[in-house]
């Protein structure tokens, strides 16, 4: 159990040498030291909470600046991939002439066009017909025409989601 001098009898605060002037100074500076933690605590609490939020802007710059980087770079390569085909906006669309054969077995065949859909063909017949007819059409110029459109629209699609991409963090910087 805790007491306090002040509430003593005066003759046991005489005998312990207890004065209540002093005892109320140094009340007094303990309180306005702890006064001037608690601000400074704020102060740095405040410092602390700045320096975070540049630091997260900073994050979010160099990101968008990486983005962006990336954007450019896909564009070069667009155009540098358009120019050495030869191949303008209007030649650049899907052809379902161009197939590729991914995987066969006795009863399907698993087909992939320049656009990336798979797609099944069964049979009653023997497939050795309708595989060696694919074959023939993916060994034709136009596939292989195809073949190359198929790097400009690859490009184009990585564009375009790096530029959804770009789009989002520069919606969720404002």
Known sequence: MFVFFSALPREFQKMFGYDAIK???YENKVKAQKKLIEREERERAAREQ???AEKDRRYK?????????????LEVELDEAKKRLGIT???????????GISSVDSSRVSIESPWGYGERIRSGEPNTAVINKLRKEVDTPSAKRDTRKQEVIDL???LEAAQRSLDKMLEEDD
């Open 89 to 99: 906006e209007k030649t650049v669309s899907p052809d379902r002439n161009a197939l």
């Open 61 to 73: 710059d160099q990101r968008i600046n990486a983005q962006q980087q990336i954007v450019r770079k």
């Open 50 to 52: 700045k320096r975070n």
């Open 156 to 158: 184009q699609l990585k």
């Open 23 to 25: 005892s109320a100074r």
